[in-house]
């Protein structure tokens, strides 16, 4: 009897998510991996800490190659990159990067964890250019600065990528400049936390340049419609676009967001690929629709019900959606979200109420800081559409919000939540039920 | 017209809660407040630090009695005990404490918010033995330590005030042993949670002696059934009992715990009176039965509802119940809690599986520690039972299994949850995540 074969396209979290779970799902079957670039399983997330110098690039990876073919039996191919799925021979087709040599892969299931790619400007691409989403970028930024001693940065992008690795710049001694061509930063934040973000930057030193974009760049400076910046360094983060291409040869189905549609078992509209992580959509808990929400932690999610799936003829996993919780922190300033912002609730044409309020985050007799937390409910009904806050604690505080907006909570019984207290750890009344409290005389 | 009466017995957490929100409620009602103390408004819960010395007795007090007095309009009468409640009359006679002059206070409406009181063993008292519980006592600790320069210190109970207290005179420099008369400590934690505690209590030097109570205690020692140890000091916190004397004199029913029964709105069995905070019951979430969990939170909320209901002649605001959210800190180590433990959901006799993992706080590439996590399921249903944590950030990191408590959720719908991830802040995998996912298989 032959071995059933999964092949799975891309070895970064969600592709490695994949892998794994169909090992443990069929110790039997037949894995193989393909990574386009040299390393898999790596912490992208944790990318902002290798630019600022505080870490190896050695210490972002949680396991390499070897790990998995030694210890989960599985192939996988690094320096390959996938370029076409020929669907009625069940072939992907690829090239390795370094050789040009072509390399086919037969499959019998397919997972595509192909992830996103920058956006990059209609500006020239120069050699002290970088992106801040691989590791081999973010690695070569790192010896950049090393070897050039770089003094001056422009990051391109004022999305909490950007801001993340402009932070980091900072904490490295680099003067830092952020183009960011909209008006707004951190597109998924209301404006109460965006300027609390904008504040903190700009106290710490990051110029910030809010409406402008790059119109050209050369070794020296980069050039925008708002005038010169010197650079010896420039982060391009204008942006995240699901990869796609793969996907496009095999004429899979792509969703309104343009990335790849899946249903909850993470099967695209071909029944034996699935696609998972930054290349897929998911369902937004609170609006039911689809979204492309790029995060980590919903890569290894959908990767591991797409394995799952993938290596049973008939999987049961499923993901559910996603509530849109994200964090960042930026110049010490913890921001987290669940939700839908209260422009996406608008946006929506959901009628709307939001508050924002400050409370301690434990008792102020021991010298408490501060949290903002915002909520916003849907009038009439009361349902928590969405919450976001700012401050100490603001990333494991939200995660109350992304559970009660999952339970289709009202503001009223959030309000009535049986939350931790004890003086050096939570207020009495914790910043959301006071957030939930004030609402309530308002929905 | 005449102003209809609000009285409130207990001016701490309940009370004032109640005498603040009834003000809000209706600015013309009359509200006193009966308080047998000198002192109002202040967090029981911080009496720690002023046992460790690092407070003042005056810095955990919220709001004095001439705040209330001046910003709210509440009468509030410091030093005066209640004695009985003549219910034909609606007359709540007292006494004051200093003069023993009697006085009478009327009453459209009364809440009864007179807390609890240490469970006193049958020894004798002595000047040098304080209770735990209230600001008065541990201010005279705080006291007696500055001026008698005690450097041994026997404690009396190893539930949460207890350890809370001997972990404080042990910062202090105190030499401390803890008499606990159960062969285990902790009660509402299980197990794995209580071995942490002990172990991090011993390394850090306090001496622990199970199975042993005080049968005498005399100035320099307390003799147990164990032995002598040596103690220029004692506290006492041998246990809570509710404060039900008042209530009794009203003939009010008290519930199977032995605190004052009350429905959702905080009425007791006669419509005009309500009881709340750490005198009443509450009903528990998951069991949906009477449960006595005296709590500051618990406490704060209960009064909220009272006086609101109060305040009013028909008032809607409802306290639905406790998920058994309880969060304790000693020598460093948080520990929290929320629904049932598994010993207590054996008594239920409910059908249960439970597991306990370790997890990273955060990414173990930034050096994170990690947390344990322990949850239980109802056999069958999957449901959510419980969850102990123990380790850093447990106390806000329980919230969300209080949220999905609330909710009703499955094992498997708390695996499935969009929770906040950060290198920083969380993994990409929360501790409950991979607790659910671990109980999955076995549920």
């Given at each position: 009897m032959n071995r059933s074969e999964l092949l799975v396209i891309g070895g970064v979290a969600a592709g490695m998510s994949a892998a794994s779970r169909a090992r443990r799902a069929d110790p039997r079957l037949s894995i193989t991996v393909l990574e386009k670039s040299r390393d898999v399983s790596y912490s992208a997330c944790g990318l902002p800490w290798l630019a600022a110098g505080?870490?190896?690039?050695?210490?972002?990876?949680?396991?390499?190659a070897d790990f998995f073919r030694q210890k989960r039996e599985i192939d996988v191919r690094t320096g390959v990159e996938a370029r076409e799925i020929e669907l009625g021979r069940r072939l992907v087709r690829g090239v390795e990067t370094e050789t040009g040599r072509e390399q086919t892969f037969h499959f019998d299931r397919l997972v595509i964890a192909t992830g996103a790619r920058v956006a990059w400007p209609t500006i020239e691409r120069l050699p002290h250019m970088f992106s801040a989403n691989t590791l081999a970028s973010v690695g070569a930024l790192d010896v950049c600065i090393r070897q050039t001693n770089a003094r001056q940065a422009v990051v391109l992008g004022g999305g909490y990528i950007g801001l993340e690795t402009a932070d980091a710049l900072r904490t490295r001694g680099l003067s830092v400049t952020v183009l960011q061509?909209?008006?707004?930063?951190?597109?998924?934040?209301d404006d109460e936390i965006t300027s609390r973000v904008e504040h903190t930057m700009t106290a710490r030193g990051i110029s910030l340049r809010k409406g402008s974009a790059a119109v050209a760049v050369n070794d020296s400076e980069v050039v925008s419609d708002a005038g010169r910046h010197p650079a010896q360094l420039v982060v391009v983060a204008t942006g995240m676009r699901p990869d796609t291409d793969l996907a496009e040869t095999a004429s899979l189905t792509l969703g309104p967001t343009g990335a790849i549609a899946v249903d909850d078992r993470m099967?695209?509209?071909?029944?034996?690929i699935f696609a998972a992580g930054d290349c897929a959509e998911s369902r937004h808990l609170v609006t039911g629709r689809a979204v492309w929400l790029p995060l980590g932690t919903t890569a290894n999610k959908q990767g591991r019900v797409a394995g799952e799936n993938a290596a049973?003829?008939?999987?049961?996993?499923?993901?559910?959606?996603?509530?849109?919780t994200m964090v960042t922190e930026i110049c010490g300033l913890e921001c987290a979200r669940t939700g839908l912002s209260e422009r996406e609730a608008e946006a929506f044409s959901l009628r709307t109420r939001s508050v924002g309020i400050e409370q301690y985050t434990h008792a102020s007799y021991l010298g408490a800081g501060k949290v903002f937390a915002k909520l916003t409910a849907e009038r009439g009904s009361g349902r928590l559409l969405g919450a976001q806050m700012a401050g100490p604690g603001a990333g494991k505080r939200i995660d109350v919000a992304a559970t009660a907006i999952t339970a289709r909570m009202t503001v009223e019984e959030l309000s009535q939540l049986d939350l931790s207290y004890h003086p050096a750890v939570a207020?009495?009344?914790?910043a959301l039920l006071v957030a939930a409290h004030e609402i309530m005389k308002q929905v």
């Amino acid at each position: 009897m032959n071995r059933s074969e999964l092949l799975v396209i891309g070895g970064v979290a969600a592709g490695m998510s994949a892998a794994s779970r169909a090992r443990r799902a069929d110790p039997r079957l037949s894995i193989t991996v393909l990574e386009k670039s040299r390393d898999v399983s790596y912490s992208a997330c944790g990318l902002p800490w290798l630019a600022a110098g505080k870490l190896a690039a050695r210490d972002l990876v949680v396991h390499d190659a070897d790990f998995f073919r030694q210890k989960r039996e599985i192939d996988v191919r690094t320096g390959v990159e996938a370029r076409e799925i020929e669907l009625g021979r069940r072939l992907v087709r690829g090239v390795e990067t370094e050789t040009g040599r072509e390399q086919t892969f037969h499959f019998d299931r397919l997972v595509i964890a192909t992830g996103a790619r920058v956006a990059w400007p209609t500006i020239e691409r120069l050699p002290h250019m970088f992106s801040a989403n691989t590791l081999a970028s973010v690695g070569a930024l790192d010896v950049c600065i090393r070897q050039t001693n770089a003094r001056q940065a422009v990051v391109l992008g004022g999305g909490y990528i950007g801001l993340e690795t402009a932070d980091a710049l900072r904490t490295r001694g680099l003067s830092v400049t952020v183009l960011q061509r909209a008006e707004r930063i951190l597109r998924p934040f209301d404006d109460e936390i965006t300027s609390r973000v904008e504040h903190t930057m700009t106290a710490r030193g990051i110029s910030l340049r809010k409406g402008s974009a790059a119109v050209a760049v050369n070794d020296s400076e980069v050039v925008s419609d708002a005038g010169r910046h010197p650079a010896q360094l420039v982060v391009v983060a204008t942006g995240m676009r699901p990869d796609t291409d793969l996907a496009e040869t095999a004429s899979l189905t792509l969703g309104p967001t343009g990335a790849i549609a899946v249903d909850d078992r993470m099967r695209t509209s071909e029944p034996s690929i699935f696609a998972a992580g930054d290349c897929a959509e998911s369902r937004h808990l609170v609006t039911g629709r689809a979204v492309w929400l790029p995060l980590g932690t919903t890569a290894n999610k959908q990767g591991r019900v797409a394995g799952e799936n993938a290596a049973g003829l008939s999987g049961h996993a499923r993901f559910p959606g996603v509530a849109g919780t994200m964090v960042t922190e930026i110049c010490g300033l913890e921001c987290a979200r669940t939700g839908l912002s209260e422009r996406e609730a608008e946006a929506f044409s959901l009628r709307t109420r939001s508050v924002g309020i400050e409370q301690y985050t434990h008792a102020s007799y021991l010298g408490a800081g501060k949290v903002f937390a915002k909520l916003t409910a849907e009038r009439g009904s009361g349902r928590l559409l969405g919450a976001q806050m700012a401050g100490p604690g603001a990333g494991k505080r939200i995660d109350v919000a992304a559970t009660a907006i999952t339970a289709r909570m009202t503001v009223e019984e959030l309000s009535q939540l049986d939350l931790s207290y004890h003086p050096a750890v939570a207020p009495v009344w914790e910043a959301l039920l006071v957030a939930a409290h004030e609402i309530m005389k308002q929905v």
